[in-house]
């Protein structure tokens, strides 16, 4: 979640600039996502009208429509055409959303909702601390008595926002509190890095904490949950309001008491695992009581466990496209353990992790290249039949046998240290090294979290590791199942216009699009295409200390671990001084990227530091055009470009940008299948120079690994929704009795 720069201005005059009523110059409407044509028709008063000559770079963040005086239809250009294409939404060419009669009254009711919390910015400024808690306890007296939410939206707006200016330092923005209307109405925002998501969550959470039942904020780590949450904690504590923290290492008493408060942050995992938990607590109460016939006590005392949660009322998910899209496809496990034949799993694991090398591709197995699933050919087959074999493991079934060698294949050639995995000592024994997985999209390190179907297991076995125990599933559920339990659910992120057909279906939160509140000055170079990694690194390293030269600070994304210390040694071997953030020093996260937007800074970062952080440029730099980024490889899911992309020309600082490939990148083997990306690496080492013509292909490549991800999501929700049903006609918890 990115830093508002929403500061307090100390003058009247500044306030006024910074922050016009809604009587004086209107604010732009929120745009709906860039597959959605724009409005059509005559004007309406109220409302600006859009341009019918605005360029917009597809692949960088949101950028604001500007203002004509056009009353005809508008034309939708080429560009916005282009980004409707990207969309992947299949709605977006449905003539229905074209009209702007579905969209003109949501713009017209948010834009007097503003008008109504700016009338009320000069009444609250005038009154003391006392009167604003006054005025908060009066709101929740009035919403707890059955008033609706939305009567009380101007009021609860207007008390954050001042109290937001107070104890903080820092004024909602007009753009913030639409923003903060959209989410409260459940709609996905997207808001450009640097506007402002921090503060803008305190709007809606604030305004459903009033009924008593909870707010939660879901976001992608600890850090940033108990980061963003004692940031804004002296505003809630000026209105009253009680804020819980959900951490990995909590307690179920700690636990308890952070859901208790008003407003709870935590992790999308923490919520999952804590409402697991409360069930199979549940269940096994509910069984005790059965058997304690006779008693006449309930069969549970006060002193006993508890649940921790208390319900669930509204959610507000930040980076809403990392958690409710990209970790769709992993679903919450809790495990029980399996006592049985321990010692003879542990070996195998270890028997086939010694002779998965020793197969070949072809002559011992096979690819498919859809599924990506090995499989063993009849050679293949005969060989693991004549490996030697341990008594242990010779007593394992001739079929688990093929399936642990296929297994460890796959971990061999596909699972890399430094790329998907690191090892490091474990958290509750220093003395013993545990594998801890790289999450793809954030470039973080996922704490708790294992590969299933043995793929973690074997990756132990592969790297010398303690093998851990194999469990069994005690409860799973699905991050969709999960925030669907919301009755009221709202996302924000920087990137969700290119999934709103995704989030809609699924989720039903339509998408709109925040405007920036000033015009941004980001600046897309051409893109480079090289033959080889190698030459394509060269070429960045040259690019990087032409730019450096003049004292530009420089931000380069790369997409693993390995590759950031590549291009950290190539720098090394140009003086080139600079710091490097990955997940294998994320302790080191903050100081790093507060420093990266300094006078001749040069940071090379996993796109971990795409998520949660603003790169805030030093002054000045802006003069000298601000920060340079440099993309060194697409990644499956454009959105994750944008993310690196809008690290920036935040809040309208100047900035650029450039996007390096190769013909040995990843995301064309996942694009296009291992045959032809083999033609095309064969191509680029003999290549020789750049090949730019070919940018486009690359991207062609991404939509097909994009299209190929919805897909499995589409399949694995169709699947839960029908085990959930068959379930329930049978009558099991579709949460506890689930198939390994």
Same mark, same amino acid.
């Given at each position: 979640?990115?830093?508002?720069?929403?500061?307090?201005?100390?003058?009247?005059?500044?306030?006024?600039?910074?922050?016009?009523?809604?009587?004086?110059?209107?604010?732009?409407?929120?745009?709906?996502?860039?597959?959605?044509?724009?409005?059509?028709?005559?004007?309406?008063?109220?409302?600006?009208?859009?341009?019918?000559?605005?360029?917009?770079?597809?692949?960088?963040?949101?950028?604001?429509?500007?203002?004509?005086?056009?009353?005809?239809?508008?034309?939708?250009?080429?560009?916005?055409?282009?980004?409707?294409?990207?969309?992947?939404?299949?709605?977006?060419?449905?003539?229905?959303?074209?009209?702007?009669?579905?969209?003109?009254?949501?713009? #017209?009711?948010?834009?007097?909702?503003?008008?109504?919390?700016?009338?009320?910015?000069?009444?609250?400024?005038?009154?003391?601390?006392?009167?604003?808690?006054?005025?908060?306890?009066?709101?929740?007296?009035?919403?707890?008595?059955?008033?609706?939410?939305?009567?009380?939206?101007?009021?609860?707006?207007?008390?954050?926002?001042?109290?937001?200016?107070?104890?903080?330092?820092?004024?909602?923005?007009?753009?913030?509190?639409?923003?903060?209307?959209?989410?409260?109405?459940?709609?996905?925002?997207?808001?450009?890095?640097?506007?402002?998501?921090?503060?803008?969550?305190?709007?809606?959470?604030?305004?459903?904490?009033?009924?008593?039942?909870?707010?939660?904020?879901?976001?992608?780590?600890?850090?940033?949950?108990?980061?963003?949450?004692?940031?804004?904690?002296?505003?809630?504590?000026?209105?009253?309001?009680?804020?819980?923290?959900?951490?990995?290492?909590?307690?179920?008493?700690?636990?308890?008491?952070?859901?208790?408060?008003?407003?709870?942050?935590?992790?999308?995992?923490?919520?999952?695992?804590?409402?697991?938990?409360?069930?199979?607590?549940?269940?096994?109460?509910?069984?005790?009581?059965?058997?304690?016939?006779?008693?006449?006590?309930?069969?549970?005392?006060?002193?006993?466990?508890?649940?921790?949660?208390?319900?669930?009322?509204?959610?507000?998910?930040?980076?809403?496209?990392?958690?409710?899209?990209?970790?769709?496809?992993?679903?919450?496990?809790?495990?029980?353990?399996?006592?049985?034949?321990?010692?003879?799993?542990?070996?195998?694991?270890?028997?086939?992790?010694?002779?998965?090398?020793?197969?070949?591709?072809?002559?011992?197995?096979?690819?498919?290249?859809?599924?990506?699933?090995?499989?063993?050919?009849?050679?293949?087959?005969?060989?693991?039949?004549?490996?030697?074999?341990?008594?242990?493991?010779?007593?394992?079934?001739?079929?688990?046998?093929?399936?642990?060698?296929?297994?460890?294949?796959?971990?061999?050639?596909?699972?890399?240290?430094?790329?998907?995995?690191?090892?490091?000592?474990?958290?509750?024994?220093?003395?013993?090294?545990?594998?801890?997985?790289?999450?793809?999209?954030?470039?973080?390190?996922?704490?708790?979290?294992?590969?299933?179907?043995?793929?973690?297991?074997?990756?132990?076995?592969?790297?010398?590791?303690?093998?851990?125990?194999?469990?069994?599933?005690?409860?799973?559920?699905?991050?969709?199942?999960?925030?669907?339990?919301?009755?009221?659910?709202?996302?924000?992120?920087?990137?969700?216009?290119?999934?709103?057909?995704?989030?809609?279906?699924?989720?039903?939160?339509?998408?709109?699009?925040?405007?920036?509140?000033?015009?941004?000055?980001?600046?897309?170079?051409?893109?480079?295409?090289?033959?080889?990694?190698?030459?394509?690194?060269?070429?960045?390293?040259?690019?990087?200390?032409?730019?450096?030269?003049?004292?530009?600070? #420089?931000?380069?994304?790369?997409?693993?671990?390995?590759?950031?210390?590549?291009?950290?040694?190539?720098?090394?071997?140009?003086?080139?001084?600079?710091? #490097?953030?990955?997940?294998?020093?994320?302790?080191?996260?903050?100081?790093?990227?507060?420093?990266?937007?300094?006078?001749?800074?040069?940071?090379?970062?996993?796109?971990?530091?795409?998520?949660?952080?603003?790169?805030?440029?030093?002054?000045?730099?802006?003069?000298?055009?601000?920060?340079?980024?440099?993309?060194?490889?697409?990644?499956?899911?454009?959105?994750?470009?944008?993310?690196?992309?809008?690290?920036?020309?935040?809040?309208?600082?100047?900035?650029?940008?450039?996007?390096?490939?190769?013909?040995?990148?990843?995301?064309?083997?996942?694009?296009?299948?291992?045959?032809?990306?083999?033609?095309?690496?064969?191509?680029?080492?003999?290549?020789?120079?750049?090949?730019?013509?070919?940018?486009?292909?690359?991207?062609?490549?991404?939509?097909?690994?994009?299209?190929?991800?919805?897909?499995?999501?589409?399949?694995?929700?169709?699947?839960?929704?029908?085990?959930?049903?068959?379930?329930?006609?049978?009558?099991?918890?579709?949460?506890?009795?689930?198939?390994?």
């Amino acid at each position: 979640m990115s830093e508002s720069s929403a500061r307090e201005t100390t003058s009247s005059a500044e306030s006024s600039e910074k922050a016009p009523t809604a009587s004086s110059v209107p604010p732009d409407p929120l745009i709906s996502d860039p597959s959605m044509p724009l409005p059509e028709g005559e004007s309406d008063p109220s409302l600006p009208e859009l341009s019918e000559a605005v360029e917009i770079d597809p692949l960088a963040p949101n950028e604001p429509l500007t203002i004509s005086g056009e009353e005809t239809e508008t034309p939708v250009n080429a560009t916005q055409q282009a980004v409707a294409r990207r969309s992947s939404d299949p709605s977006a060419q449905k003539k229905k959303w074209a009209k702007a009669s579905n969209w003109r009254p949501r713009m #017209v009711r948010w834009q007097k909702q503003l008008a109504r919390v700016n009338a009320l910015e000069n009444t609250l400024k005038s009154e003391d601390d006392a009167s604003l808690r006054k005025r908060s306890l009066a709101l929740r007296y009035r919403a707890m008595a059955g008033e609706k939410l939305r009567d009380l939206l101007p009021e609860a707006y207007a008390l954050c926002r001042e109290a937001g200016r107070r104890s903080l330092s820092m004024r909602h923005y007009d753009v913030q509190i639409l923003g903060g209307i959209a989410l409260f109405e459940g709609h996905i925002t997207e808001m450009q890095t640097g506007e402002g998501k921090t503060l803008t969550a305190t709007l809606p959470l604030y305004l459903h904490s009033l009924v008593g039942k909870g707010a939660h904020l879901a976001t992608v780590n600890d850090y940033l949950a108990k980061r963003d949450a004692e940031w804004m904690m002296p505003l809630f504590e000026m209105l009253g309001v009680s804020v819980g923290i959900i951490q990995t290492e909590d307690d179920q008493g700690s636990r308890r008491k952070s859901y208790a408060a008003a407003i709870t942050y935590g992790t999308a995992k923490e919520f999952g695992f804590d409402f697991l938990r409360d069930r199979l607590l549940l269940r096994a109460q509910n069984r005790m009581q059965t058997e304690m016939l006779g008693t006449g006590d309930g069969g549970f005392s006060g002193s006993g466990d508890q649940v921790v949660m208390r319900g669930m009322h509204f959610c507000l998910v930040d980076e809403a496209d990392s958690i409710l899209i990209d970790e769709a496809r992993t679903p919450l496990i809790i495990g029980s353990i399996e006592d049985t034949v321990r010692d003879q799993i542990i070996e195998t694991y270890k028997w086939a992790a010694e002779h998965a090398p020793s197969f070949e591709l072809d002559e011992h197995f096979e690819i498919d290249d859809e599924t990506k699933r090995y499989e063993l050919t009849a050679r293949g087959r005969s060989m693991v039949r004549a490996l030697p074999k341990s008594d242990l493991v010779r007593t394992m079934g001739l079929v688990d046998l093929y399936e642990y060698i296929e297994r460890s294949i796959k971990t061999n050639r596909e699972f890399l240290l430094d790329r998907q995995y690191v090892i490091r000592p474990s958290e509750k024994d220093p003395n013993v090294d545990e594998i801890v997985i790289v999450d793809e999209f954030t470039g973080r390190l996922a704490e708790g979290r294992k590969w299933r179907d043995g793929i973690h297991q074997s990756i132990e076995a592969k790297e010398g590791v303690e093998i851990s125990v194999p469990t069994g599933q005690a409860a799973r559920i699905t991050v969709q199942d999960l925030f669907l339990r919301y009755p009221h659910l709202a996302g924000m992120t920087g990137t969700a216009a290119t999934s709103a057909g995704e989030l809609r279906k699924i989720y039903r939160t339509p998408v709109v699009r925040v405007p920036t509140n000033r015009p941004p000055q980001r600046v897309q170079l051409p893109s480079r295409v090289f033959g080889t990694l190698q030459s394509k690194f060269e070429a960045i390293a040259k690019e990087v200390a032409e730019v450096h030269a003049t004292g530009r600070p #420089v931000l380069i994304g790369t997409r693993s671990i390995d590759k950031s210390v590549l291009l950290s040694r190539l720098l090394e071997d140009l003086n080139i001084e600079h710091e #490097v953030l990955n997940a294998n020093n994320v302790e080191r996260e903050a100081d790093i990227v507060a420093q990266a937007g300094g006078q001749g800074k040069v940071t090379v970062a996993t796109n971990m530091a795409g998520r949660g952080t603003d790169i805030k440029l030093a002054d000045e730099v802006e003069s000298i055009g601000g920060m340079h980024v440099i993309c060194t490889e697409l990644h499956d899911a454009a959105r994750i470009d944008r993310q690196l992309i809008g690290r920036c020309g935040r809040q309208g600082d100047r900035g650029s940008y450039r996007q390096y490939l190769s013909l040995d990148d990843d995301i064309l083997k996942g694009g296009f299948g291992a045959i032809k990306y083999e033609k095309l690496k064969k191509r680029g080492e003999a290549t020789s120079g750049s090949v730019d013509r070919l940018a486009a292909m690359f991207h062609r490549a991404q939509r097909k690994v994009e299209r190929r991800h919805f897909r499995d999501r589409m399949v694995l929700m169709h699947h839960e929704k029908e085990r959930k049903k068959m379930q329930r006609e049978i009558g099991q918890d579709p949460y506890l009795d689930t198939p390994d």
